[in-house]
């Protein structure tokens, strides 16, 4: 029984797995990480980028860094204004939580003379808390960790009450040898005393509820645990309460799954479950071998770190394949692929390959591979290869200085994954090719065991936890093994990648649901920063900022925690206040992809309602820099910039300037008088990382209409105003537009899924939405499911007498992305000119900010108004199961009476323009918006990374205005083109606009 416990918390031992676990296909339990979110995933009853079947979400976490709203009053705190009076201007990232510092850093603390020992510094440290009761209180600490890395003291305790652990909270430390506190981060619960000892489940009870809902077979799985205790910290309407919960792990071998599991001590209900067992993509293995793509020649390299047996002794290869072993007459000399870092072995039932022959000592006995299976001798060489990597970047990781198992030609196809002590490839088929034989899928799977065991061998028993760090630093290491931001090249065929780290991702415009996704933002911060300090710098920092454990259930909170672990490793004198050598460096590669300095930006603006004045308008905005920083740590660069268009005109800057009120600024939009105005706000710091208002700008903007409007059409839905619910060719089977009071669904409350109240402001109730579950139904009850659903208005007249310029206004909801495959299916909107012959888009988009959102546009933007106008609005779950819903309120035609121009001048004539009028990715093909600002000649063409054109859209004479081309992802010849990156170029009028575009399989 000790050491199932032990197991529960504690490092996986194979004595722990189920017997049916001992063959070559799954070689232990811990991590399984998919390389593919949409590929391959019925191994693992995955839903692409959802939770897997079996997995309880997690309740709303005890960490939440808090918003900038919510900043200056955690400052204010007399703990922590008493902290800053003793020690100093520190920056601190706040848990709104429980009201303490997540991660906080600035000058440098003496708390300690010389450090030399662990016990050392962790009687500093619990000294120096107990003399900070008022920030700390005065907690019960267990200690965790206490190593060193090169200079630098991590200490790390968990929090405890009554002997039960507080799961989720950190308490982590930083310190120099010569004793001075560097940086700090503290959950600190306020817990009242413990409670009589209430009752609790037997562990045979727990370990019955683990399972539950599991696909479990008794003669074959295990449970393990059921006695080991926790306290869970639950968010609650009263704040955060604490719930006695038994940690079990169910261990299934079909499909393969280690199940961590919280089970309520009192009630049994499984508050937790997570599958440590994750999926992603890997593989490439020896050679003879592919150096860099499947499709390469076979190329003859040397094996490093391979046994070669003579008779009973072992010797082991050098890294130029030569070996020596002792020998006396006539011996058997034999070998297979494996080494003291990696043992290949065949899953399709064909014998793995071997070599054996008898000589008379001595001898010379070379050993070709050459009748290896490819995936054998790629998996070898690319394993030992990223090995030694590693190694080289920090000789002191012994996590992985073993014989890891890598298992080849698995009977499947398109993906790899890492299971906690091994590496596992897929067969050629299904479009790809054996994943074995792919150099960067081998070092992304075995950065997921540097991930895992690095934490582990840290002071993390559970490894690292957090999906989009997983998979970012996967790829980052697979990246810099080769020096290319290509990750899964030629993985559907010569030509495609899976991902690319040379990207401009952001948090969170860009967050995912799917971690692989995600992770591109950490990718792509490290690889803007691999550029400016260059290949070995970069490689260091990525992998020593791992020392400091950045992890949460949080992927914005995990990422900035990545962020100042980055810095940390790389300061050369314990006090981040005075920057370290590359800070600047570092800073810019993270803010431009929002995880970095951004988070200390705040830019709060109310935004403009309608405007029936000429104008000019003003716009205020509170622009901060919070905390304030020490000297050489950056600050806001200057005031806001306001960015105004008018129509389908550019955007144009206007400076902000303070208005005398503390980090008020202000600045006003000219004067219009007929026009729907787009505006944004913006704030850089020092460092180039730049703030938009709203995030997402300029493609999300702020929009008003400006000038004496006329109501032509005012639709509040509170009477029937004869729209029509479905037209033909709608497939959805539930969800079905209806008009109502709309009752609210929700996942894990707040996160709403379907509205619970209209637009309209009271008493207003009704409007149109997608199928209407009764009150306290689940949430996925009469959601839009198994196609798509329709809504059309009634017929109107956009050539009202006396008017101009006609404008649309109208308020939708549209949520996709709480479901088991979010984000995938998409809101459209399109407008008719010609009472529904004909049909442009207006809106095709997959983002589903969970709130009604106002669309407001100018009709001759897109079409030529008529008497005979028409809008639909279309919802969809056509992809992988998932919970859509839509609603449509407040429908308005306006126009502005003749006469009623510009203040300031004619509008300006819109700018020759490319951009997308739909999804991107997209799969089978997408459609491209242009405008010219004039008629005349204009060519839209699609060309591949290498500049060949590939399909000519449009080449003659078009008229001035908008108008929509689709492009159906052939060639000019009809052939589907591969998965992969494109771009769509515009030369018109004497410019050239460009777009990428990427076509998903």
Request: glycine share 10%; net charge negative.
């Amino acid at each position: 029984m000790t050491r199932a416990r032990a197991a529960i918390l504690g490092t996986p031992t194979r004595a722990s797995l189920p017997a049916a676990w001992s063959g070559t296909a799954l070689r232990t339990t811990a991590l399984v990480i998919t390389l593919l979110g949409a590929t391959g995933l019925a191994h693992a009853q995955r839903a692409p980028g959802g939770p897997a079947v079996g997995e309880v979400v997690l309740p709303t976490p005890a960490v939440r860094l808090a918003r900038a709203s919510e900043r200056p009053a955690l400052e204010a705190q007399p703990s922590w204004r008493g902290f800053l009076a003793r020690h100093g201007t520190w920056q601190a990232l706040w848990n709104a939580r429980t009201g303490t510092p997540h991660r906080a850093f600035g000058p440098p603390i003496r708390i300690a003379g010389r450090l030399d020992d662990p016990a050392a510094v962790e009687a500093a440290v619990r000294g120096w808390i107990a003399g900070e009761p008022d920030l700390f209180g005065r907690p019960t600490l267990e200690r965790r960790r206490t190593i060193r890395v090169r200079d630098l003291w991590y200490l790390s305790f968990r929090q405890t009450r009554g002997g039960l652990p507080v799961l989720g909270a950190d308490w982590e430390f930083r310190l120099s040898p010569s004793g001075t506190l560097v940086a700090f981060g503290v959950d600190a619960h306020r817990l009242a005393p413990a409670p009589a000892e209430g009752p609790s489940l037997p562990a045979a009870v727990a370990r019955a509820a683990a399972r539950a809902g599991l696909h479990f077979d008794p003669a074959r799985d295990r449970v393990l645990g059921g006695e080991d205790r926790a306290l869970l910290p639950v968010v609650t309407e009263d704040g955060l309460s604490y719930r006695v919960v038994l940690a079990a792990r169910v261990l299934t071998a079909q499909p393969p799954g280690d199940w961590l599991t919280f089970v309520d001590a009192a009630t049994g209900e499984v508050l937790w479950r997570r599958d440590r067992i994750r999926y992603a993509v890997s593989g490439t293995v020896t050679g003879g071998i592919h150096a860099l793509l499947p499709t390469d020649p076979l190329t003859s390299r040397p094996f490093d770190s391979l046994w070669v047996r003579t008779g009973a002794v072992a010797g082991v290869t050098n890294g130029l394949g030569h070996y020596s072993v002792p020998a006396k007459l006539t011996v058997t000399v034999s070998a297979d692929l494996s080494g003291p870092a990696c043992q290949v072995n065949r899953a399709d039932g064909v014998a793995d390959a071997t070599f054996s022959t008898s000589v008379l000592a001595p001898a010379t006995v070379d050993i070709d591979w050459a009748a290896a299976d490819d995936a054998e001798r790629d998996g070898f060489y690319h394993v030992n290869r990223v090995h030694d990597y590693v190694k080289a970047l920090d000789p002191g990781f012994t996590g992985l200085d073993y014989a890891l198992p890598c298992v080849v030609d698995i009977n499947a196809t398109c993906n790899a994954y890492w299971d906690g002590s091994g590496v596992n490839f897929y067969a050629e088929g299904g479009g790809c090719p054996n994943t074995a034989t792919m150099p960067d899928v081998v070092y992304h799977e075995y950065g997921h065991g540097v991930n895992d065991q690095l934490y582990i061998q840290a002071g993390a028993p559970d490894g690292m936890t957090n999906g989009a760090l997983h998979e970012g630093t996967a790829d980052v290491l697979a990246a810099f093994v080769e020096d290319s931001p290509e990750a899964g090249k030629g993985f559907f065929g010569p030509g495609t990648i899976l991902r690319s780290l040379d990207n401009t991702r952001r948090w969170p415009e860009d967050g995912s649901r799917d971690p692989h996704l995600t992770g591109l933002i950490l990718g792509g911060a490290f690889w803007d920063l691999r550029q400016s300090v260059g290949l070995a710098v970069a490689a260091r920092l990525s992998h020593y900022a791992k020392y400091g454990l950045p992890d949460d259930y949080d992927d914005g909170v995990a990422m900035n925690e990545f962020f100042i672990e980055t810095l940390v490793a790389d300061d050369d004198d314990a006090d981040l206040s005075n920057g370290t050598p590359h800070a600047a460096q570092i800073i810019a590669a993270f803010n431009a992809h929002g995880i970095g300095t951004e988070m200390f930006m705040s830019l709060a603006h109310t935004p403009l309602a309608d405007q029936a004045g000429a104008g000019p308008y003003p716009v205020t905005a509170v622009a901060r820099y919070q905390p304030r920083p020490p000297a050489n740590f950056g600050g806001l660069s200057g005031p806001p910039t306001l960015h105004v268009a008018v129509d389908s005109g550019a955007f144009q800057s206007l400076p902000m300037a303070p208005t005398g009120t503390p980090d008020e600024f202000a600045a006003a939009i000219p004067g219009q008088s007929g026009a729907v105005v787009r505006y944004y706000l913006s704030v850089s710091d020092t460092y180039g990382g730049t703030l938009t208002a709203p995030l997402g700008a300029p493609a999300n903007a702020y929009r008003f209409v400006a000038g004496p409007a006329t109501i032509l059409v005012d639709d509040d839905m509170e009477t029937n105003a004869f729209w029509q619910a479905g037209e033909f060719g709608d497939d959805a089977s539930t969800g079905l537009w209806i008009w109502t009071d709309p009752n609210g669904t929700s996942v894990n409350f707040p996160l709403e899924v379907q509205p619970e109240d209209d637009h309209t402001p009271f008493p207003g109730y009704l409007c149109w939405v997608t199928g209407n579950a009764y009150p306290g139904a689940p949430v996925g009850t009469n959601d839009v499911d198994g196609g798509h659903t329709t809504l059309t208005t009634a017929l109107f007249d956009a050539t009202a007498a006396g008017t101009h310029d006609p404008v649309i206004s109208y308020y939708r909801w549209f949520t996709n992305d709480q479901g088991a495959n979010p984000g995938e299916d998409h809101w459209r909107a399109d407008l008719s000119n010609d009472a529904g012959g004909t049909w442009v888009s207006i809106e095709d988009t997959a983002q589903s900010p969970p709130a009604w959102q106002r669309v407001v546009f100018r009709i001759a933007d897109y079409v030529t108004p008529t008497a005979e106008m028409k809008m639909r609005f279309i919802a969809e779950d056509v992809g992988g199961p998932s919970l859509v819903e839509a609603a449509v309120d407040d429908f308005r035609l306006l126009a502005f009476p003749n006469g009623a121009v510009a203040a300031d001048g004619p509008r300006p004539a819109p700018a020759l323009a490319l951009a997308l009028a739909s999804a991107n990715p997209a799969r089978g093909g997408m459609r491209l918006r242009i405008a010219l600002p004039a008629a005349g000649p204009a060519s839209l063409s699609v060309y591949d990374l290498g500049g060949r054109r590939v399909r000519t859209l449009l080449d003659e004479t078009r008229p001035a205005g908008a108008s929509t081309v689709a492009w159906d992802g052939r060639d000019d010849r009809g052939a589907k083109l591969p998965s992969g990156a494109y771009f769509a170029r515009l030369i018109a009028l004497g410019a050239t606009r460009t777009r990428a575009l990427l076509l998903a399989e």
